[in-house]
């Protein structure tokens, strides 16, 4: 089966911009997972999606937001860019189901930097 | 909100020794621990997990110990090598497949 795929790859965008990165997860999970990596902060979960519906998010302000499709594919928003908002985003995907024992894979990432 | 701690931040071997991490949770409810090791530029790979029924399981070198009464969790690393090189990344999972990191490793085997 094919890996976790994230596009675009690196971004670069001015403050104040908005951005999508998109997430295409392994063929049959239908759980998507958001996650903002930074020196400062580490990893960071941003929320999950589950068949189309969002069903958990982290603290992050309204500016980030996401969605998933029918096919499992998802993308996260970031508008009205800030400089801290410069992060690794990495998305995961798993089977899903609302068990415990979930073994997630993680994406390449995109790196984005906020000018 | 719920954390891990991890230690240490930075760890240093010579080839051939043993590395030790440890981390210490705070969700009583959790029942998956998973470890994380992430290369430079690189994705973080799963290495190794252990589920809350066991308390310890080992894959090679590798192997993770579980102690659900003092909410601990460590990973240990025999006959390091030089590809063990990388940040290594401890977490457990909440409701919904959220997963809270810990801060991460700098593991250094020096040849």
């Known amino acids: 089966k094919a890996g976790v795929t994230q596009t675009p790859r690196y971004l670069i965008k001015t403050r104040g911009q908005q951005v999508t990165l998109s997430c295409s997860p392994i063929?049959?999970?239908?759980?998507v997972s958001w996650y903002q990596q930074t020196p400062g902060q580490g990893l960071q979960f941003l929320f999950e999606?589950?068949?189309?519906?969002?069903?958990n998010k982290g603290n992050f302000p309204g500016r980030f937001s996401g969605r998933q499709f029918s096919n499992s594919r998802s993308e996260m928003n970031v508008s009205t860019l800030e400089l801290g908002d410069s992060a690794l985003y990495l998305c995961?995907?798993?089977?899903?189901?609302?068990?415990?024992?979930?073994?997630?894979?993680f994406g390449p990432g995109t790196r984005l930097t906020v000018l | 909100g719920e954390n891990v701690e991890q230690h240490p931040s930075t760890l240093s071997v010579q080839e051939g020794d043993s590395a030790v991490i440890k981390c210490t949770y705070s969700?009583?409810?959790?029942?998956?621990f998973p470890w994380y090791k992430q290369e430079l530029g690189k994705r973080p790979q799963l290495i190794i997990d252990i589920r809350s029924n066991v308390g310890e399981k080992k894959d090679q070198r590798i192997a993770v110990t579980l102690n659900k009464t003092a909410k601990h969790f460590s990973l240990h690393i025999t006959e390091t090598q030089p590809e063990d090189s990388a940040v290594y990344f401890c977490?457990?999972?909440?409701?919904?497949?959220?997963?809270?990191f810990g801060a991460g490793t700098i593991l250094r085997v020096k040849s």
């Open positions: 969700d009583s409810a959790s029942n998956y």
């Open positions: 977490a457990f999972m909440e409701y919904g497949n959220k997963l809270v």
């Open positions: 995961a995907s798993t089977t899903g189901g609302t068990g415990y024992h979930n073994e997630q894979f």
């Open positions: 999606y589950f068949s189309e519906t969002q069903r």
């Open positions: 063929s049959g999970h239908r759980s």
